[in-house]
């Protein structure tokens, strides 16, 4: 998992161009009509992001038709969200076609942070969509924020620790291999960054289907990993091993699970048994 840039030019001239690519005229003069407070409710959301204060924000109350013409706008696969997703993923070194909830499953739809059923104002609110799949996005569900605190991690806004907080544990049987994954705070993460955490994983159920797409990544690690001990000593493979996993945790994040599970591995004697 990965911090996500957000959209960084105007929200509101993005917002504009969503409506004027509608081809219903009546829809987009209903809109257009709305523009004064829509422009104030781009700018009171763009304040909070800015000051990382979401929790603050108040819902417009928009019912009935406006609610309605709002909701027209989205459209996943419509020409300029498109943009939007490859602009979003589209990092230096590539694209990041994995969604940074989970790390398992590709990109295929944008979650609205702010949940668009209570804040339709915000549909297409480019700061407000991120990049995801369709497993996460049903599991992180409506509920976002308790008693004036935000409750659930924002990949835009909350940077991610760069010491370890996910783990694992290893059960090696004769004939099986058992993983059970879990976040500790041992590495003196801010707690309610830590909370945080823990919500993600928890609600996305991360800790189980990590465990779920463990066997394909071990059979893969194990391909690696023999090839080379055969002309090298233990210690040089292990050296290796852990300078790959060095580079995969650059590209994908510190807690990226692969790279947790095969640190595990790769310090397991019972798993190192084999190649010795």
């Known amino acids: 998992m990965k911090n996500l840039r957000s959209y960084d030019e105007d929200s509101f001239a993005f917002y504009e161009l969503v409506r004027s690519r509608k081809r219903d005229a009546a829809l987009v003069a209903r809109l257009t009509a709305m523009d004064a407070n829509m422009r104030l409710l781009f700018d009171r959301y763009d304040q909070s992001f800015a000051a990382n204060d979401l929790q603050s924000l108040n819902a417009h109350g928009y019912v ?17 969200l498109s943009k939007l997703k490859d602009r979003l993923t589209t990092t230096p070194s590539g694209r990041l076609v994995k969604c940074q909830y989970c790390t398992i499953n590709s990109i295929s739809t944008f979650d609205h942070f702010v949940p668009q059923g209570d804040f339709p104002e915000f549909i297409v609110h480019p700061k407000n969509l991120l990049c995801c799949c369709g497993d996460c996005n049903p599991r992180k569900g409506s509920r976002w924020r308790n ?7 924002n990949l835009y806004l909350d940077t991610l620790p760069a010491v370890q907080y996910l783990f694992v544990t290893v059960d090696i049987g004769f004939t099986s291999m058992a993983t059970a994954f879990y976040l500790e705070n041992r590495n003196g993460v801010d707690a309610r960054l830590f909370a945080l955490l823990v919500d993600h994983y928890s609600k996305l159920n991360l800790y189980e289907r990590f465990s779920d797409e463990a066997d394909t990544v071990i059979t893969t690690f194990r391909s690696v990993i ?11 493979t292990r050296q290796f091993v852990l300078e790959t996993i060095r580079k995969e945790q650059i590209a994908f994040g510190q807690n990226y699970w692969q790279s947790v599970l095969k640190l595990e591995l790769i310090n397991n004697d019972d798993f190192l048994i084999d190649y010795e």
Not at 65 to 74: M, S, T, V
Not at 147 to 153: D, K, P, S, Y
């Open 64 to 80: 009935n038709q406006d609610k309605a013409d709002l909701g027209e706008l989205y459209e996943y696969d419509s020409a300029t």
């Open 147 to 153: 008693a004036g605190q935000r409750t659930v991690l």
């Open 226 to 236: 023999e090839p080379y001990r055969e002309n090298h000593t233990l210690q040089e």
